[in-house]
């Protein structure tokens, strides 16, 4: 039996390609890509010459069994997506499940992703955070899962499409209300750009000029828990003195 090898790719930088990708990548006897003609072209950056199969939304089903038929066959494969981490908003996680009940071995490699690379330099806590992805494109569902993670204290990390970014920031600023956020815009790119503030402060930025490029949101946790904990530590105080009284 061959393996699954889970190998992230650049998300915009080519030098972020790390050197066991590329290996990995020239040495397995098949890559599964989203858009193969995207992976075409990282691959001829490289002098990859491995061949490449289609693996994407829509023909998961067909040709996952395929990839799986051919690990089972003895074949290593590598599963790539546009950019980033495989299976995180991207597609790979049916292929994993596939993988795993076939009993073959899932090897995944760390490297570029978004979410982490954002985080890590929101100046927003990263003790604890809590990864979203994509919102739903319908704004009544939109409100609904921002409802859902009103309470939860941890730092938050959304992707977003430009065009919903304006609408997306309004709703949270309604549901959460002003809360801290940083706006990560084109990541390891040209023009990478951190917006640190408000909710608000975010919202007029995004006034200011036209919306383009990649996003990802970093929006504070809710201070609720906090707010309940100093409350219980000022009542426990108060009953301390009485005590003593
Ligand atoms: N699998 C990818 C990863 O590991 O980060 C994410 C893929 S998802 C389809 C694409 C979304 O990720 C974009 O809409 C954007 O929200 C975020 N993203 C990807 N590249 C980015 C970049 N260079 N800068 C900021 N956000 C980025």
Known sequence: KGALYIVP???????DMTFRAVKTLQEVDLIAAEDTRQTKKLLNHFQIHTPLISYHEHNKEA???????AILEGKNVALVSDAGTPT???????????????DC?????????????ALTA???????????????????EKKKQLEQLKQIPDT?????????LKDTLEMMLEVFGNRKMVLARELTKKFEEFVRGTIGDVIDWLEEGE???????????????????????????IEHVDYYI
């Not at 040709?63 to 038929?69: A, D």
């Not at 919306?211 to 426990?236: D, Y």
């Open 63 to 69: 040709n996952g069994k395929k990839i799986i038929s």
């Open 156 to 164: 938050m990390i959304f992707y977003e499409a430009p065009h919903r």
């Open 9 to 15: 790719t650049p998300i915009g930088n080519l030098e």
């Open 105 to 117: 071995k899932v090897i995944p490699l760390p490297g570029a992703n978004a979410a982490i690379t």
């Open 122 to 140: 929101s100046g927003l806590t990263t003790s604890h955070f809590y990864f979203y992805g994509f919102l739903h494109r319908q704004k009544k």
């Open 88 to 102: 995180i908003s991207d597609p790979g996680y049916e292929l994993v499940v596939q993988a795993l009940d076939a």
């Open 211 to 237: 919306v383009r490029g990649e996003f990802c949101l970093i929006v504070e946790g809710s201070k609720e828990v906090e707010i309940e904990k100093e409350w219980w530590h000022s009542l426990s105080v």
